[in-house]
């Protein structure tokens, strides 16, 4: 009779600790790109002159206006051209709410309030203005929604030109600067014994007001509403279904859009301290569709990247003049090079990748985890017992058959 053969346990693999590894990872390499932006922004804030200042505040800005239209057209679907428009009511709710008491009856309107008012509100007067268009826009969507907010542009044009009190009428008008106190931001003041410039203020001021917006729409997109806006987005029979009021999510976004762009209206107009109401035209929303485009749709980290692409680099290739003045023809302008890079950029991403430069890093994300996922997975291999053979089996059943024979 055979000895039973002789069985071991396999070896455990030594990538049983892959994934809390991966996890600790993860968050070590979250706290050193956090490290590595603070020590960007304390190096840039330290060593920069008020040429970058300019450049990286308009910047900044604009990411907060592109993470505005990220809300409604990237999480949530709806197609909007409409941003300039309520980046104008923000603009005009701030030069109303914190402009100078006018000294004559031609003067604009301004009742001279400090900026901790004129700021929010532009904001909360941006979104009662998307509340109140709102629900007959959003009845529509997709190439009528975008005609809608388009029509937006035109009807807003009329009216800024033609408020007068208001907007200044074609000639524009001057726009409030925030102060603290007795100290203006359009001046030298100093701050814990350190003298801060006009540009290192707004940045001080502009980089808050960014980091409060991104971090809560990050938020709000992990949430409940978030996944909302999400599920209108890819399918709406589907959220339906699922229980999702279409309209309170539609809503919603529009709201929290017309809002973030009121806000970033008001910062611009501040800190260009003069703007006819022609700048806020359909070109400007153009602007912002290709930064999301570009950037990356539906991500906060993408608005911020398409906002340096599309304002920054122009405003760093004008300050270096790194193409030549357009005196004659032959000679391509920096406006007609920004056009083609749109254009082009546009194209490109569409084509071979939708999610934009935040999708490129993201695949690249994924392959350098592989990559070293692979690399980790090992171990000792498992060690196979050789089973007896099927004729031996066979041999042994006979063997022992014949012996309970003779036994019985």
Known sequence: MSARPETRTPAAPASTAAPSSRLLGGRISRWIAVILIVAAILVFFSVANDDWFTIVNYTLIAAI???????LSGYTGQVSLGIAFFMAIGAYTAAYLG????????????LGLPFIIWLPAAGIVASLVGALIGPTALRLKGFYLGIVTLSLIFIGQYIFLNARRITGGPQGRAFPVPAIGGATFDQQNSLFGFALTSGQQYFLLILVVLALAALFVYNVMRSRAGRAFRAVRDNETGATIMG??????????????????????????????Y??????????????????????????????????????????I????LLPVASGSGIISSGDLNALLYGLLIVVFLLFEPG????????????????????????????????????????????STLTKGENT
């Open 244 to 273: 999702v009021n279409l309209f309170e999510a539609k809503m919603g976004s529009f709201i929290l859009s017309s809002f973030l762009a009121g806000i970033a209206g008001a910062l611009f107009a501040s800190y260009s301290r």
């Open 356 to 399: 934009g430069v935040i999708g490129l890093a993201r695949r690249a994300k994924v392959l350098t985890r592989k990559f070293y996922t692979h690399k980790d997975e090992g171990g000792e291999p498992a060690e196979i017992t050789d089973l007896p053979s099927e004729p031996q089996s066979q041999l042994d059943a006979g063997n």
């Open 275 to 316: 703007i006819i109401p022609n700048y806020w035209s359909l070109a400007l929303s153009i602007q912002f569709i290709a930064a999301i485009i570009i950037g990356g749709i539906a991500s906060v980290w993408g608005s911020l990247l398409g906002a340096a692409f599309v304002f920054g680099l122009p405003l760093v």
């Open 65 to 71: 206006a592109a993470i505005s239209l990220n809300v």
């Open 318 to 321: 004008d300050h270096f003049s």
């Open 99 to 110: 402009g100078d008491v006018p000294n004559t009856p031609l003067d604009p309107l301004g």
